[in-house]
């Protein structure tokens, strides 16, 4: 059985990594019943710190095609992603597409193999935000309404399926777990502090900061940009930055006074994860990423499709109101944070995957 999987920005690299790993020990133990996977890079993470180094650090099989497709607006992008990966679809005829959470290569890839009738996989399906005018939301449920298999991380989002009605088609919805949990738990052990950073800080505050309802929203940049100058008064501010953020912020005249730091790898993350005091972040993955170390969580965004993190008290939204910001991070309560629940499965989710793909074999074969 050929697999085909599409990744492209640093969540997908993450979570592939923990899939081809399960991948490669089911082929070390079953050498007559070998799943074939081969990896295409878009390019829509093009930094070599957000890219490159993943594979590197996790050991993921290097890439069999780098499309070095990034950096363009949205349509753009998806459009020559989608043109270049219906191409390798048409020579490599695998048996299934694999895609992963939401990114305009999550779409690309699934679109390009809809069209060629080729099942497509989308792992952490189920997701929503309830909000449109994130890419990321139309991305995840157009990419929902077109996969063969839905492997979904919480029962939060085997409910979302549902109330879509998705279990009405001819699909399979299965609640496997979260696989950037199986991640979290598999390198912590590697973790490591950042080369950047030579002198840190007792406590700090970890910042990552790039969708674009803030980035491209002077209001709402503005505004967070105060709230973190204001709080690294009293609490030093680390934050990790994409090239793209850094260039809008100088463009638009802000200064961030906060310890800006050139992208990170992810064993650097983990390091950075382990030692913060709080985590302020518009990021999906950081989000749970928080959870999964014990930090409580300040989710610059008006929504989450993490909900639990909300009903845990593990995470609070403040979106762009600068008070709000302040306000989470000087009196946010430790106490009535919940980190015992196993809220996203017990950190076999990738095991689970291959198993359900094997137990696909046939359908996947024959379709």
């Known amino acids: 059985m050929k697999i085909l999987t599409v990744v492209g920005a640093r969540p997908q690299f993450v979570k592939a990594a923990t899939v081809s790993r399960v ?114 939301e139309i991305n995840r449920i157009l990419t929902d309404q077109i996969s063969s298999i839905l492997f979904c991380p919480t029962e939060t989002a085997v409910k979302n399926l549902h109330a879509e009605a998705l279990n009405q088609r001819s699909c399979t919805i299965h609640n496997v777990g979260d696989v950037m949990y199986d991640a979290a738990m598999l390198y912590a052990q ?6 950047q950073l030579t002198k840190v800080p007792n406590q700090f505050a970890l910042l990552t900061i790039h969708r674009a309802e803030n980035t491209n929203n002077l209001s709402r940049l503005k505004s967070i940009v105060e709230a973190l100058n204001e709080i690294s008064k009293d609490l030093p501010v680390l934050c990790p930055l994409h090239p793209r953020t850094v260039k809008v912020i100088k463009e638009n005249g802000l200064e961030l006074k906060a310890r800006i730091l050139e992208p990170v790898g992810y064993f650097e993350m983990i390091w950075l994860l382990k030692n913060c005091s709080v985590v302020l972040t518009d990021s999906g993955g950081l989000q749970k990423e928080a959870y999964f170390f014990k930090k409580p969580c300040i989710t610059l965004r008006d929504q989450t499709e993490w909900v639990e993190l909300v009903d845990a008290k593990a995470n609070v939204l403040v979106g762009s109101d600068k008070k709000a910001i302040i306000s989470a991070v000087r009196s946010f309560d430790y106490s009535q944070i919940d980190f015992s629940g196993k ?20 359908e996947l074969l024959s379709a």
Request: charged content about 20%.
């Open 23 to 136: 991948i490669q020990k089911h082929n070390n133990l079953n050498p007559d019943n070998l799943i074939e996977e081969k990896i295409v890079h878009t390019g829509q993470h093009y930094d070599s710190n957000m890219s490159d180094i993943f594979f590197e650090e996790m050991k993921i099989p290097k890439p069999a095609f780098t499309l070095g497709i990034g950096g363009t607006a949205h349509g753009a992008m998806t459009g020559r992603q989608l043109e270049k990966i219906e191409d390798i679809l048409i020579i490599e005829q695998p048996h299934a597409v694999l895609v992963y959470g939401d990114t305009n290569s999550t779409l690309a890839g699934a679109l390009a193999a809809v069209k060629l009738n080729i099942p497509v996989v989308h792992v952490e399906a189920g997701l929503r935000s309830f909000n449109l005018k994130m890419p990321e």
């Open 190 to 195: 590697n973790s490591v502090q950042p080369t």
């Open 343 to 362: 809220l996203y499965g017990d950190a076999d989710a990738s095991y689970k995957i291959v198993e359900q793909i094997l137990f696909h074999k046939d």
